[in-house]
Structure formats: C-alpha cells, structure tokens
C-alpha cells in the first residue's frame, strides 16, 4: 500500500506571507496581549550640512513595547565622531517616550560590539563560527529614563 503525500511545500506569495505574519501575530497575541500598535517605525537618516546621507538607523517598538533596532549604519569616512551614537540616543529617546523598557538587537564581532558595549548594551547571546571565525552577538539594554 502505497501512502499519499498529505502535505506540500512551496514558495511564498505576498497572500502567503500575510497569512504566515496574521497567524503567528493572533497566536501571540492570544498568549500575551499587545500592549502597543503592532509595528511602530523608528527609522531616521542624518545628513551633512550639504544634505548628504552618512548614516541612518532601521528600528521600530514591537507589539509588547520592546525597541527593535535593525540597522544601524554610519558612512565609514564619519565612522568614530559621534554620529551613531547620536542616532541610537535619539532613536532610545523616542522608544522612552512612547513607552519601551527595552532595546535589543543583533550584531557581529566585526561590525559593531565595541560600539554597543559603549552605549551600555549588555550582550545576552551569541553564535560562534557564524559567520566562520567570527560571531554574531545579540544584545539588550533596559531603556531608564536618562536622557
């Protein structure tokens, strides 16, 4: 007796994903319930005095308050002034605001350790060999009231 396939596996659709994002959000929500918008952006660019990009920062608050960061980036000419420092303050500033106790995020020993464990991000976990002969940390911080 031959046993039929009961189930497939294919490529995602954008009908797929929002079906794949809609249920994983009404699971969690179910368990825990949200305490802010679902997704509540935090993206911000800085410019020179010509207007020219040379860093930005990709966040936003998650559903539970926490402040997710993304991306930060400085252009490497401006890297070590202070400027990404001044993004990821601005960015913690607002995510305080708006009412999150939380910031974390992910980064590899190549990029940006150095740079978070000075803004007092506390590394929680890591994956060494990943890539090979490097690490990928991630980091979390209790946003206080500092200012």
């Known amino acids: 007796m031959k046993k039929e396939k009961e189930f497939t596996i294919e490529g995602c659709d954008k009908k797929n994903i929002k079906t794949i994002v809609d249920g994983i959000n009404t699971y969690n929500l179910n368990q825990v319930p949200a305490i802010a918008d679902i997704w509540t ?76 464990l000075k803004n007092d991000y506390t590394p929680i976990g890591e994956i060494n060999d990943f890539p090979m002969g490097h690490k990928r940390i991630y980091f979390s911080k209790e946003l206080t009231n500092e200012i």
Do not use: C
């Not at 800085?46 to 998650?62: F, Q, S, V, W």
């Not at 202070?82 to 992910?106: F, N, P, V, W």
């Open 41 to 116: 952006p935090l993206e911000f660019v800085i410019k020179d005095k010509n207007g020219n990009e040379i860093g930005g920062i990709l966040a936003g608050i998650g559903y539970w308050n926490g402040l997710e960061i993304k991306i930060l980036w400085v252009k490497e000419e401006y890297r070590k002034k202070g400027i990404g420092t001044q993004l990821l303050k601005h960015t913690e500033k607002i995510a305080r605001e708006k009412g999150s106790k939380t910031s974390m995020l992910d980064t590899f020993d190549f990029q940006a350790e150095a740079f978070y």
